[in-house]
Each structure stands twice: as C-alpha cells, then as structure tokens.
C-alpha cells in the first residue's frame, strides 16, 4: 500500500478491518502489522538503546524487572530480556503475538548463535509455555493489565513507536500506572512517531475529534492519539515525571498546508508541529 493516496488507506482499511478475518491472517499477509518486534536485529537493536536510555548497565541486570509497552507481533523481547538475566512483562490492548512455536524455536537457535544465552523451549508447545520458562508475562487488556501490576516494582518500561496509539481516552491513565509501577530510581524510556501512520504526513489531523476517535474510526487499523510533543510531556510532568526530550526529528516546513487541519489543531504551535518524531525519558522528580 505504499503507494496508495492516504484517504484511500483510511476506505480500505475501514473496509478490511470489518472482514471476518483474525490478525494472525493480516499479519501473514503484511497488513496490520503491530510493528516489527519479530524481527532479531531490529529488537536486539531496540531494547538495547532504551537499557542505554535508562543508563542501565547490559552486563548487569540480573533480577530486573522490565516492562515493555505494545510488544506487537512477538514475544522476543522476552527471550532477550532472559539472556540478560531479566525479566519482563509484555502489555498490550489485545493478543497480537506470533503463535507458532517453531518461529520461537528458530529465533532461539539463531540467538544462540549470536551468543545470547536462551532458555531451553524444545519441549514447549505455546508461547505461554515459554513465557513461564523466562519468568515473563504477556498481558493483553491494556491500561487494566497495569493496574495488575505490583506497585513500584519496575526497574524499566519501555515502548517503540507505541505511545501515539495510545487511545487519548486512556492516556493520561496511562501515565498514572506507568508512575504507580515504576520504582523510585526506575526509568520510562519511549520512541514516539507523531507522523500519520497513512502517508508519514500530518494527514490525521485533518478530523476532528468527533470522528477520529469514534469506535468506527479507532478500530480500523490507522489510529494515533494526534497529541502533540507538548501534549505528552505536559501528561507526564502533571503525573510527576521529570520529562527529558531527546533525539527529535523535524520537518523542515510542515507537510501539508494549516488550512487543512481541522479547527482544534489550526492554532497548533508550528514548532509542535514540526515535530515528526522524538524519544521521551521519564524519571521520578
């Protein structure tokens, strides 16, 4: 679909997205996709830069305990996290993971390889199977998983490219049990894409709220919360984070004209606008 005009992403996925299809189909077949968390060099990559955010020492994590926000279609981080001598409780809003076994089986001889110390799963028949052999968790209702969730008994939560589809409904919730979890030297460590997921544009904000965070808008497969790098760090200074913004990525003029946008985002702040991607590390003030 890369080259399909954005307002026909949004029709066919409303489309789509109503066929009497399970995930485990659109995901084969590409569409859908909850990011690429199944892939080795791209989570390997990931999860080390937020243990590099947090200033957390690889070599050390023995006991940790680990949250990752928005897993999507894997549950590798867990493997990862095992070699590390962590462990780590996977939440999402619903159950995306591979359920093939032999895909872990694979992963885990190919890690292996790589040196990474993997649990013995040749006996496992599902991923809840292996889960109990790294001491992991995979939670799939959302904010109400957190709430589950032992109070500051987290040493890192970390998420990619996963807090702009946070409903805005839920997000300050959010930011309360991300606090509620953390403990008191712990670290939340995001990469947050502020781009419409239809053309890497700002072709979202053209709608207004009524319509975009209507059920039939947010279940077909393109939403973001549309909140802005003020909006967010805003949340989380309220809930009593120290707010650090690193790494931003900008336009250097805004891809589609103001007049486009719908009334609630036309006296945007350019500068917020600008905005297209950032990492955002919190910290207990």
């Known amino acids: 679909m890369k080259y399909v005009p954005w307002y026909l992403k949004i029709i066919l996925k409303i489309i789509l997205s109503r066929l009497p299809l399970n995930y485990s189909f659109w995901q084969k077949i590409g569409l859908f996709r909850h990011?690429?968390?199944d892939k080795i060099d791209y989570i390997i990559k990931v999860f080390e830069r937020h243990i590099q955010f947090a200033n957390l020492d690889k070599n050390n994590l023995e006991g940790k305990?680990?949250?990752?926000?928005?897993?999507?279609?894997?549950?590798l981080s867990a493997l990862l996290a095992y070699s590390y001598g962590a462990k780590l409780t996977l939440v999402d809003v619903g159950h995306f993971v591979k359920e093939d076994i032999n895909f872990y089986k694979n992963i885990c001889i190919k890690l292996s390889n790589l040196n990474y110390k993997m649990p013995d799963i040749s006996n496992c028949n599902n991923i809840y199977?292996?889960?109990e052999k790294v001491e992991s968790k995979y939670l799939t209702n959302g904010v109400e998983s957190m709430?589950?969730?032992?109070?500051?008994?987290?040493?890192?939560i970390f998420s990619q490219a996963v807090l702009e589809h946070v409903r805005k409904?839920?997000?300050?919730n959010l930011a309360k049990e991300i606090k509620r979890v953390l403990k008191v030297d712990g670290t939340s460590s995001h990469a947050i894409d502020?781009?419409?997921h239809l053309n890497y544009s700002l072709n979202n904000l053209r709608f207004s709220d009524k319509l975009w965070e209507s059920e039939f808008f947010a279940a077909s497969?393109?939403?973001?919360?549309?909140l802005s790098i003020s909006d967010i760090t805003e949340v989380y200074k309220e809930n009593g984070f120290k707010v650090d913004t690193l790494n931003k990525l900008t336009w250097k003029e805004l891809p589609i004209s103001r007049s486009k946008f719908a009334a609630?985002?036309?006296n945007r702040p350019t500068q917020d606008l600008l905005v297209s991607e950032f990492d955002l590390i919190l910290k207990h003030e």
């Open 147 to 156: 709430k589950t969730i032992k109070s500051q008994s987290v040493d890192l």
């Open 35 to 37: 990011g690429h968390m």
């Open 264 to 266: 609630q985002f036309k």
């Open 169 to 172: 409904r839920d997000f300050n």
């Open 65 to 75: 305990h680990f949250i990752e926000l928005g897993p999507g279609d894997s549950i």
């Open 129 to 131: 199977d292996i889960l």
């Open 194 to 196: 502020l781009k419409d």
């Open 221 to 226: 497969g393109f939403y973001t919360n549309r």
